[in-house]
């Protein structure tokens, strides 16, 4: 005997968005992928290394703060910045203040590979963008802002609801 299925709706406006994004994603990580490569880092090297081009005044940042500031999560930082820094990209020193605290600054070949690479991921992006105008792409970023917003939003409201549900099962001490 088959077994019945559960009715699918053919077409959902919510879930169509969310895989034209997955493929968009997909094929604009794909082509940004290939300037990466050729210049021998990884995305998320590049996330870091311009995060450092970016934000370090000339002390460096403590890993928190670059964790904080990446596209993408990444599950051990320290793994990565030991691979930059043995690529010689970064160096590290410990904070003098507290000792604790490891900072990460960009090296000169760091600096220069980020200075190389952004004229083609430049370029790149805007290849990748051609079916949009102006407002089209301000338009979309508006919109994505606020899908991440409202993700947030849902996020929390799930990680609440959790806490609750695990508050009131807490299991009651049993009488002697």
């Known amino acids: 005997m088959e077994r019945a299925k559960t009715a699918l709706v053919d077409s959902d406006p919510t879930v169509d968005a969310y895989l034209e994004l997955v493929r968009a994603h997909e094929e604009m990580a794909t082509a940004l992928a290939r300037v990466f490569q050729g210049h021998g ?3 998320q090297q590049y996330n870091v290394l311009r995060i450092l081009y970016v934000r370090d005044k000339g002390d460096g ?10 596209v993408n999560r990444v599950p051990d930082m320290t793994r990565l910045l030991d691979r930059l820094e043995k690529a010689g990209l970064v ?5 003098t203040s507290d000792r604790r605290v490891v900072r990460t600054r960009l090296s000169e070949e760091g600096t220069a590979l980020v200075e190389r690479i952004h004229g083609p991921l430049h370029a790149a992006h805007a290849r990748l963008a051609t079916e949009l105008d102006p407002g089209e792409l301000d338009e979309l970023t508006r919109l994505l802002r606020k899908l991440r917003n409202g993700v947030a939003r849902a996020e929390d409201e799930d990680a609440s609801a959790a806490q609750r549900a695990a508050a009131e099962a807490t299991p009651v001490e049993a009488s002697a």
Not at 61 to 70: F, M, T
Not at 91 to 95: D, E, F, S, V
Request: charged share 15%.
């Open 41 to 43: 880092v990884t995305q």
């Open 61 to 70: 940042l403590p890993c928190s703060a670059i964790s904080a500031r990446l």
């Open 91 to 95: 160096t590290r020193h410990r904070c």
